[in-house]
């Protein structure tokens, strides 16, 4: 079996920095005795314009037989011949994965300690393997390797030349292209790729196969189109691994989404804030967890309460900060806290750090003695998914049981929905949200809270700001009047992207 990997360089960027990439010196040839047989690592040319490294895999079917595992697919012994004869020595399969992962186990995890920066790094690469096995043709290799940036050339491998009537066999040569995949990417596709296209496996698939498919699959296959597919031949066609590994496939898919607002509209609000000089626009959930973090961090706040925590997102970020001492995530839906506990690795998580974090279930519109005591309360994009009737109730809970000495409550602007075009007159941004906000009432509802339970509260524009509809997100951070003072109620009139002022002259203001 043979697979090349070719770069090219530049001044900035030699070509033979593959070498560094793949742990591997472009100087010499090197062998690795694997449970497979003998895999060779070569550079056929290394220079810094063009430099290509080589994978040749000798397979020692002999030894593959005398350990059981020369037998065909579904466990069951082929022809005796057919054990010790067959495409394992010519054709990719998942032998050839097998010694990707082997050979190259750092590269593919992204691990490079001598350059650490060049593994983020996205350079062109040109990935061939002479003799394919691709049980659904040339079709079927664009349909896997097109979605994930690859420009796919796959030519089918005629039966034999001297008899073109015959027709072409199953098997392609395939050369793969691109410049913004990087090079662990370009392996994990491979690792995955190369057994699903050949549609069988050389050992027995167990249960350890889902978690070895999840690893390599991160990133890009909780979205491909071939899903289900590549998740059902990867697992041999096992139907009840195949389940399992779709249903943690879904949670990923949802854990690497924000459902607080749709993405498509916190992409475009990137967009349109960003200059010409920026590439890669800050998302408007970014920006809405970076002003939170902001508003806790001012006010002091070490043990932190995230109602209606959802799928962990900002209880991932306040974990970041040694500030915060005590994280709570609190959410009505179970599916949302294993999404959450995914997310955050709490299974894997150490000692120390899993001492900082609670999730649970629980409902907002109910009082709960356990939320007493707290610094701070966190209520993002929350409101908006309650029944205004229960919206009093929520209130209560938070400001008049709970009474958090701090309290951050973000919801959308619904005046900023007419800056999206692919968001129709009259649609709020999420199917689930039951009302979103002008400034005016967002406005009206804070100063009203804030009167009825003893706080001040500072109203704060979050993402670009619009002069005629005003920022997207509208953000009111309260906070707890002592005793002795009166609390401060923010004019009823004033619109809620008024320019922040500090506490201390509002005070006087009012």
Same mark, same amino acid.
């Given at each position: 079996?043979?697979?090349?990997?070719?770069?090219?360089?530049?001044?900035?960027?030699?070509?033979?920095?593959?070498?560094?990439?793949?742990?591997?010196?472009?100087?010499?040839?090197?062998?690795?005795?694997?449970?497979?047989?003998?895999?060779?690592?070569?550079?056929?040319? $290394?220079?810094?314009?063009?430099?290509?490294?080589?994978?040749?895999?000798?397979?020692?079917?002999?030894?593959?037989?005398?350990?059981?595992?020369? *037998?065909?697919?579904?466990?069951?012994?082929?022809?005796?011949?057919?054990?010790?004869?067959?495409?394992?020595?010519?054709?990719?399969?998942?032998?050839?994965?097998?010694?990707?992962?082997?050979?190259?186990?750092?590269?593919?995890?992204?691990?490079?300690?001598?350059?650490?920066?060049?593994?983020?790094?996205?350079?062109?690469?040109?990935?061939?393997?002479?003799?394919?096995?691709?049980?659904?043709?040339?079709?079927?290799?664009?349909?896997?390797?097109?979605?994930?940036?690859?420009?796919?050339?796959?030519?089918?491998?005629?039966?034999?030349?001297?008899?073109?009537?015959?027709?072409?066999?199953?098997?392609?040569?395939?050369?793969?292209?691109?410049?913004?995949?990087?090079? $662990?990417?370009?392996?994990?596709?491979?690792?995955?790729?190369?057994?699903?296209?050949?549609?069988? *496996?050389?050992?027995?698939?167990?249960?350890?196969?889902?978690?070895?498919?999840? !690893? $390599?699959?991160?990133?890009?296959?909780?979205?491909?189109?071939?899903?289900?597919?590549?998740?059902?031949?990867?697992?041999?066609?096992?139907?009840?691994?195949?389940?399992?590994? +779709?249903?943690?496939?879904?949670?990923?898919?949802?854990?690497?989404?924000?459902?607080?607002?749709?993405?498509?509209?916190?992409?475009?609000?990137?967009?349109?804030?960003?200059?010409?000089?920026?590439?890669?626009?800050?998302?408007?959930?970014?920006?809405?967890?970076?002003?939170?973090?902001?508003?806790?961090?001012?006010?002091?706040?070490?043990?932190?309460?995230?109602?209606?925590?959802?799928?962990?997102?900002?209880?991932?970020?306040?974990?970041?900060?040694?500030?915060?001492?005590?994280?709570?995530?609190?959410?009505?839906?179970?599916? $949302?806290? +294993?999404?959450?506990?995914?997310?955050?690795?709490?299974?894997?998580?150490?000692?120390?750090?899993?001492?900082? %974090?609670?999730?649970?279930?629980?409902?907002?519109?109910?009082?709960?003695?356990?939320?007493?005591?707290?610094?701070?309360?966190?209520?993002?994009?929350?409101?908006?998914?309650?029944?205004?009737?229960?919206?009093?109730?929520?209130?209560?809970?938070?400001?008049?049981?709970? !009474?958090? /000495?701090?309290?951050?409550?973000?919801?959308?602007?619904?005046?900023?929905?007419?800056?999206?075009?692919?968001?129709?007159?009259?649609?709020?941004?999420?199917?689930?949200?039951?009302?979103?906000?002008?400034?005016?009432?967002?406005?009206?509802?804070?100063?009203?809270?804030?009167?009825?339970?003893?706080?001040? %509260?500072?109203?704060?524009?979050?993402?670009?700001?619009?002069?005629?509809?005003?920022?997207?997100?509208?953000?009111?951070?309260?906070?707890?009047?002592?005793?002795?003072?009166?609390?401060? /109620?923010?004019?009823?009139?004033?619109?809620?992207?008024?320019?922040?002022?500090?506490?201390?002259?509002?005070? *006087?203001?009012?």
């Amino acid at each position: 079996m043979f697979l090349t990997i070719t770069t090219t360089g530049t001044p900035e960027h030699p070509a033979t920095d593959l070498g560094h990439l793949l742990h591997k010196h472009p100087g010499r040839a090197q062998a690795f005795s694997t449970s497979l047989g003998t895999a060779h690592v070569l550079y056929p040319e $290394a220079d810094t314009d063009r430099c290509t490294a080589a994978l040749l895999l000798e397979v020692d079917a002999v030894a593959l037989v005398r350990r059981g595992k020369g *037998k065909g697919r579904g466990g069951a012994p082929d022809a005796a011949l057919a054990q010790y004869v067959n495409d394992r020595p010519y054709a990719a399969s998942s032998l050839l994965a097998v010694a990707l992962s082997a050979v190259f186990s750092s590269a593919m995890r992204g691990v490079c300690r001598a350059r650490p920066e060049l593994p983020g790094l996205a350079r062109p690469l040109r990935i061939e393997i002479p003799a394919l096995p691709a049980r659904g043709g040339p079709a079927l290799v664009r349909r896997l390797f097109e979605p994930l940036g690859w420009a796919v050339t796959a030519d089918a491998v005629p039966l034999d030349t001297r008899f073109p009537q015959w027709g072409d066999s199953r098997y392609v040569r395939l050369v793969l292209e691109s410049d913004t995949v990087t090079l $662990a990417q370009a392996l994990r596709h491979l690792y995955v790729l190369l057994p699903v296209l050949d549609d069988a *496996k050389h050992y027995w698939v167990s249960s350890d196969e889902v978690d070895k498919l999840l !690893r $390599a699959g991160e990133g890009w296959l909780p979205a491909h189109p071939e899903q289900k597919l590549i998740t059902s031949r990867y697992l041999s066609r096992r139907w009840s691994l195949a389940r399992q590994a +779709t249903e943690r496939l879904e949670l990923l898919r949802l854990a690497e989404t924000d459902d607080s607002d749709v993405e498509e509209i916190d992409n475009a609000v990137a967009a349109g804030a960003g200059t010409e000089t920026d590439e890669r626009p800050t998302p408007l959930a970014v920006r809405r967890r970076e002003a939170i973090l902001a508003e806790l961090t001012s006010a002091g706040a070490a043990r932190v309460l995230d109602l209606g925590c959802g799928q962990g997102q900002l209880v991932q970020e306040l974990l970041k900060d040694a500030r915060f001492t005590e994280i709570v995530g609190i959410d009505v839906s179970v599916r $949302a806290l +294993t999404i959450a506990a995914r997310r955050l690795k709490l299974d894997r998580m150490g000692e120390r750090q899993a001492a900082r %974090v609670t999730l649970r279930q629980g409902s907002l519109v109910y009082t709960d003695k356990q939320l007493e005591g707290y610094d701070a309360a966190v209520l993002s994009e929350v409101i908006e998914h309650l029944d205004l009737p229960r919206l009093p109730a929520l209130e209560y809970a938070v400001f008049g049981a709970a !009474r958090p /000495r701090t309290v951050v409550v973000t919801t959308p602007n619904v005046e900023y929905n007419v800056r999206w075009e692919t968001l129709p007159a009259g649609h709020a941004r999420h199917g689930d949200h039951r009302f979103e906000w002008t400034r005016e009432q967002f406005c009206a509802w804070a100063d009203a809270v804030a009167a009825r339970h003893g706080y001040t %509260v500072v109203l704060r524009p979050v993402g670009p700001e619009d002069p005629e509809v005003g920022p997207p997100t509208q953000m009111a951070v309260f906070t707890r009047t002592p005793p002795h003072e009166p609390a401060h /109620r923010t004019p009823a009139h004033e619109p809620a992207t008024h320019e922040p002022a500090t506490r201390e002259k509002e005070a *006087k203001a009012a």
